[in-house]
């Protein structure tokens, strides 16, 4: 006859592993959700190269032609990172550094920004942000043109002083009810060109992967 301490056992042991079944269950579902997210980012990535420098203006294979990048507070990173490089006919016609604006509302804004050799901007993307929907998302191309303002900017078209947004007294515009996202999307593409400018040279001979003897 099962006494009242074999029942409180068997109950115990039932709660135990419930508890490891349902724990396992989360963390699997949280590790794969993640798996998801990350190829989304990566997917994300790979279209926005392609939009910054499109097959017409190069010939290389542009997803293997990396640079290795040391974490840079130029470029808001914290991590080793990778950039890429496009050439036509063996010559470096531009980069894509990836950015990360670091004083966006919400958070981290991460972007990719394309810079041609002589240090003007090609194309900027947004590739993963938590601004608000409504406001500060108008950086992304699919909600508003706004992203395309940086296209053929150098670090002096405009000036120094108007790197900013019209409320600071500078060349690109706000959103209306929303100056934080654009502000830090305006100051972490003016770092990235400092940082270009700063590395170009070492940038620019980056030997491609054909030529690297391996
Ligand atoms: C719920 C809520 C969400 C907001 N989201 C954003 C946002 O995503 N981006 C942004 O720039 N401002 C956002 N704002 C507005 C900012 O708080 C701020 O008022 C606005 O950016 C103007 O900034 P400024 O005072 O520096 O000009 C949000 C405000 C509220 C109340």
Redesign the pocket.
């Known amino acids: 006859m099962a006494t009242i301490a074999d029942s409180m056992w068997r109950s115990a042991v039932g709660l135990g592993l419930f508890a490891i079944i349902t724990a396992g269950t989360i963390a699997v579902t949280q590790a794969v959700t993640e798996e998801r997210i990350e190829q989304q980012i990566r997917k994300a990535e790979a279209a926005a190269l392609f939009e910054i420098i499109p097959e017409s203006r190069h010939d290389n294979d542009l997803l293997s032609d990396t640079v290795s990048l040391e974490p840079d507070p130029l470029l808001g990173t914290r991590q080793a990172t990778r950039g890429w490089i496009a050439r036509q006919d063996g010559e470096p016609v531009g980069v894509i550094l990836p950015v990360i604006a670091r004083n ?3 958070g981290d804004i991460d972007l990719l920004v394309g810079i041609d050799a002589d240090g003007q901007i090609l194309g900027v993307r947004v590739i993963q942000h938590r ?2 929907p409504g ?3 108008k950086i992304e191309l699919r909600k508003s043109d706004w992203i395309r303002s940086f296209d053929g900017k150098s670090l002096d078209n405009p000036k120094p002083g108007r790197w900013a947004v019209a ?1 600071d007294g500078g060349a690109f515009d ?2 209306t ?8 999307v305006v100051e972490a593409v003016k770092q990235a060109l400092i940082f270009f400018e700063d590395h170009r040279e070492i940038l620019l001979a980056e030997p491609s992967p054909n030529q690297d003897g391996s």
Do not use: C, M, V
């Open positions: 966006g509302y919400s601004e608000t406001l500060g998302d409320k706000q959103f009810g929303a100056t934080i996202t654009p502000r830090a």
